[in-house]
């Protein structure tokens, strides 16, 4: 842009004198006027145009979930989910991200109600979510649902093995879906525990024996339980790509989901992602199976 301003001084110049003759002091002056004038329009209005094309987007996440999106001994907000926005945000110059933290089970309502424009805590894409939800298309995790037990429980392996019994998980969360699916089909067989969203105490509830079992995604136990206190029993009970929650039926979610699917697929390329993966969940849980 700075050079293009000399050719507005010339143009605007050169006017000046064909039109009026160089004796004409006044108008000499009034076209040297015209001239800054013009040139400073010209200088400052791409400044103005780009901060017009910049969209403020609110992401809600949460703080509770350690190496995903927690708060750390600094009072800082970081891990996975949070740490790969950053990097999406840098990739997506037509777009500002602000993160908006709140409880696990507040996320969907506040998008409901537009107080975010999308959701990012490893959610998990399935049909009950998928009708009423836009997500975008290209996953940035996949991994595989279990059941959680005490490490000396050899009793419960299925969830039929939990008929009866106390299992532990955050309302509105895909392994509570999975659970009250299940009681549809058979009487409310299982008691389901809902989770404080702010609470880390799943490995004593089941340890101690106030519930006697949770459903968790594969990367978690380890991230939950470093001292090793439980253990997934049984075989996997769904598989889920982890992409993120925006509102359906909507034209900017879907220029939104769009982008997001263009940086992500760059930060798989380039090894980011991966590598981001390995760093805070301890094991590269971005393909289709977890290395």
Not at 28 to 37: F, I, K, L
Not at 50 to 62: L, M, S
Not at 184 to 203: C, L, M, R, S
Not at 220 to 248: C, F, H, M, N
Request: glycine share 6%; with cysteine; hydrophobic share 40%.
């Amino acid at each position: 842009m700075k050079k293009m301003i000399p050719l507005v001084y010339g143009l605007l110049l050169t006017l000046v004198i064909a039109g009026c003759g160089t004796n004409n002091n006044a108008n000499r002056s009034q076209g040297s006027n015209t001239a800054e004038a013009a040139a400073k329009t010209s200088a400052e209005a791409p400044a103005a145009t780009d901060a017009a094309q910049v969209t403020k987007i609110v992401v809600g996440t949460g703080t509770a979930f350690p190496q995903v999106c927690f708060i750390d001994e600094n009072g800082k907000l970081t891990g996975f989910d949070v740490e790969l926005l950053k990097d999406i945000d840098s990739r997506l110059p037509q777009y500002e991200f602000e993160l908006k933290t709140m409880d696990f089970s507040n996320l969907l309502l506040s998008l409901d109600t537009k107080k975010i424009d999308l959701v990012a805590h490893v959610m998990e894409k399935n049909p009950e979510r998928e009708q009423k939800y836009l997500f975008n298309t290209e996953p940035y995790a996949h991994w595989r649902n279990r059941i959680v037990v005490a490490k000396d429980n050899n009793s419960i392996k299925t969830l039929d093995d939990l008929k009866g019994k106390k299992a532990l998980v955050g309302a509105t969360s895909a392994q509570a879906q999975i659970l009250e699916n299940y009681n549809k089909e058979h009487d409310n067989a299982i008691q389901i525990v809902y989770q404080n969203g702010a609470a880390n105490d799943t490995v004593s509830q089941i340890s101690s024996g106030r519930v006697d079992a949770t459903l968790a995604a594969d990367f978690v136990l380890p991230v939950i339980d470093p001292q090793s206190k439980l253990k997934a029993s049984g075989p996997e009970l769904s598989s889920a790509d982890i992409l993120y929650v925006l509102r359906k039926d909507d034209a900017d979610s879907k220029t939104l989901a769009d982008a997001i699917d263009g940086a992500i697929k760059e930060l798989k390329a380039d090894g980011t992602l991966a590598k981001l993966s390995t760093e805070w969940l301890g094991a590269d849980v971005t393909a289709d199976e977890v290395k």
